[in-house]
Nanobody, 112 residues
Framework: QVQLVESGGGLVQPGGSLRLSCAASGITFRIYAMNWHRQAPGKERELVATITRDFSTNYADSVKGRFTISRDNGKNTVYLQMNSLKPEDTAVYYC??????WGKGTLVTVSS
């Protein structure tokens, strides 16, 4: 059974940082490109960051320079380090083993 379990969300003040984690099981993690997506209230889900099996990364323009995606194949885990958070980063963040496996999400709220 495939499971992707996100953790690390919460409430943070503007300018603060959070690190999200996504632990995978039931898949050969190292062969998958891994993505982080987010969905803000009333908006469509958007792709935030990607890391390929070869550790190449790509980011949405809105998070470039603030967010960093990384992976640890030994721990079957992908991370999203989020710095300089803004209120517009408030969303449910989902990890995805491209293309078909999804986690249930973790809520990030950026507010003072």
């Amino acid at each position: 059974q495939v499971q992707l379990v996100e953790s690390g969300g919460g409430l943070v003040q503007p300018g603060g940082s959070l690190r999200l984690s996504c632990a995978a099981s039931g898949i050969t993690f190292r062969i998958y490109a891994m993505n982080w997506h987010r969905q803000a209230p009333g908006k469509e889900r958007e792709l935030v960051a990607t890391i390929t099996r070869d550790f190449s990364t790509n980011y949405a323009d809105s998070v470039k320079g603030r967010f960093t995606i990384s992976r640890d194949n030994g721990k079957n885990t992908v991370y999203l380090q989020m710095n300089s958070l803004k209120p517009e980063d408030t969303a449910v963040y989902y990890c995805n083993a491209n293309p078909k496996y999804w986690g249930k999400g973790t809520l990030v709220t950026v507010s003072s």
